[in-house]
């Protein structure tokens, strides 16, 4: 029902920057919440940030506080993630999510969301 590609990720050194998008189709993009996750390998999905439907609520995990932003544009179908000031510890395989919502809601736990995309790698060096 909505398909959901990342794209954005790549190498960058510590300090840098990067910014992820997450373009979806099928669906217009304006009744879900979303979410962008991070996989290192051998750990588990972790949050990373999140957003209510109409982009009037987020909420970030403590370790990105201050140096990433979420955001979104549903005219354009799509939903960012704009990373600054990156650390080695950031590097993992970055996903977004949906799931549809009726409110201004926003979640963080990974088994809430519906959708998620491909995942797009995000190698930060010392």
């Known amino acids: 029902q909505v398909q959901l590609v990342e794209s954005g990720g790549g190498l960058v050194q510590a300090g840098g920057s990067l910014r992820l998008s997450c373009a979806a189709s099928?669906?217009?993009?304006?009744?879900?919440?979303m979410g962008w996750f991070r996989q290192a390998p051998g750990m588990e999905r972790e949050f990373v940030a999140s957003?209510?439907?109409?982009?009037?609520?987020?909420s970030y995990e403590d370790s990105v506080k201050g140096r990433f932003t979420v955001s979104r544009d549903n005219g354009k179908n799509t939903m960012y993630l704009q990373m600054n000031s990156l650390k080695p510890e950031d590097t993992a395989v970055y996903y977004c999510?949906?799931?549809?919502?009726?409110?201004?809601?926003?979640?963080?736990?990974?088994?809430?969301?519906?959708?998620w995309g491909q995942g797009t790698q995000v190698t930060v060096s010392p």
């Open positions: 999510a949906a799931v549809v919502d009726f409110y201004e809601n926003y979640y963080s736990r990974p088994g809430v969301y519906r959708y």
């Open positions: 099928g669906r217009t993009l304006s009744s879900y919440a």
């Open positions: 957003i209510s439907r109409s982009g009037r609520r987020t």
